[in-house]
């Protein structure tokens, strides 16, 4: 392992697991990553419960859990009603050792890895490095990076594109990233104010139907986070306005008094998956592989299951197992990121944004019958928290 070297862009999320993994291992890595310093965008907030088993190896769970929500329960939620069902998720006590979702920021895991990863010598971050180029040769993989305006020539055994959505990886290797991109976009809020004292019975995970304008209520420890669909014709300035924001909040839950507010965000939204995972010696993962809308907090858990999966075949490759292993990486989490985080994302943005009142009547009556019995609820618990995802991926060959 040692005579192995292991190329990672992007420090992301999956980017920084990728590196713990391999570098716990003992490879030496080399993650490159274009920005100055880690993100401390306030970006995915749920940790699924799968995916805290696999960071409790590496200390990870022990050190995040402390800084965030437990949330024991969900709610699918009616604007207008209030509670449609709950759901409790130590109902999968048994299924993981982590039966709720932590709701934290992302920042806070890559973080806790970076104070790992500092005592790995044989891993080195090289940040304001950006990947411009990816050539192949037989036994190796060349990247040409731009460091300060200094072109960095760097060779490795393969190298993992974990650089995000827009990914310079995927484009130099030329990988199409098939999928659509929904006309609206998302606008999320965070704001301190206490939405707990005013909505009864609110938990820290809420999706709320609509048929005019559905919301996502999410709890982070010292603030709420409010997900609005905009409308595609209303421009990216108009949105952003004060005034705009305030009536979206104030329609929400009037206020006497503005809402005062400490992010305000607006990004478009895709489903799209990477034709392939694998060509020759690059690997993709995380958003560079998949993207979808953040209805069930599934962009960043995916990740992080790729992370782990595709490290532990390159362990296995570099200890000498076959090449083609890396190829049942592609047919595990390509499948996975097709049938089911595309799937259930584009599922549940169908559901909470349903119009038709026959429609939303069902999938409510649906909901409501599913929590009121605990076989039904821990089934449809295992499917939102991904256990179902991963026990699929595991039973593909
Ligand atoms: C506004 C917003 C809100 C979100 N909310 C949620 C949510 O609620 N729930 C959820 O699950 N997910 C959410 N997501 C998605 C989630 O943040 C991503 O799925 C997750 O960050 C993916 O991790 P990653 O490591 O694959 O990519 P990223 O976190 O995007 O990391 C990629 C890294 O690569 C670096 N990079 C890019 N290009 C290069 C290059 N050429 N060379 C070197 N480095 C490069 C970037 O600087 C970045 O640090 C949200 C995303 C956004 C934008």
Redesign the pocket.
Known sequence: MKNSHILI????????VSALVLGSAGVPVTL????SA??M??????FHPPTLDMLAKYGLAQTIVPQGLVARYTQQRDRAEGVIAEFDMDLLRGDTDHPFRLQCE?WKLTEAIKAQLALLPHVKILFD????AVMQGASQVQVA?NRLGEMLHLSADYLIG????????RRAVDIEFEGYTYPERFL?ISTDFEFADHLPQLSYVNYCSDPKEWCVL?RVPTLWRV?FPTRAEESDEEVMTDGAVQARLQNLLPQPTPYRTMHR?L?KVHQRVAKQFRKGRVLL????AH?NN?LG???????VHDAFNLCEKLLAVMGGQDPALLDRYERQRRTIAIEYINASTARNKREIEERDPVERRKTQDALRATAADPAAARAYLRKTSMLDALARAEAIA
Request: proline letters at 4%; zero cysteines.
């Open positions: 862009a992007g420090a992301g999320p999956v980017g920084m490159l990553e274009s920005a880690l993100s965008d306030l970006r995915a907030s749920t992302q490095t950006k990947v411009e990076a974990a650089d995000g959505a827009w990914s310079a990886v999320v999410l997900l965000t990004y993962a995380g958003d560079a993207i953040p907090g599934m962009g960043m858990n995916g990740g």
